[in-house]
């Protein structure tokens, strides 16, 4: 990816993390709900598309995780992105994630 595209995105997609996180934090954040709610939906949406991208493939791994060959031993039980989201949207680590 182009580095002047690569900061774009990262500069918009930082600057509408700070967006919600300061409607949230504000000072009355159940004022800011309506708003708080239109940010969420599209969020939630990422989401989605980014766990489709990271579902199980034929051999029941991480179609993106698992394309490059690696010997078993060092494979991972569960694709990074669904611990973290795990992580993040749930709390903790899954019990059998692994590390």
Do not use: K
Not at 19 to 47: C, I, K, N, Q, T
Not at 54 to 59: N, S
């Amino acid at each position: 990816m182009d580095e002047r595209l690569r900061r774009v995105l990262r500069e918009r997609v930082e600057a509408y993390l700070r967006d919600v996180e300061g409607m949230l934090r504000g000072p009355a954040p159940a004022a800011a709900w309506p708003a708080v709610r239109v940010r969420l939906l599209p969020l939630a949406a990422g989401w989605r598309s980014l766990l489709a991208q990271h579902g199980a493939g034929l051999r029941g791994r991480c179609r993106h995780c698992d394309r490059s060959f690696r010997p078993v031993r060092n494979r991972r039980p569960l694709c990074s992105v669904w611990r973290t989201a795990h992580a993040h949207l749930i709390g903790g680590w899954p019990s059998d994630g692994g590390t």
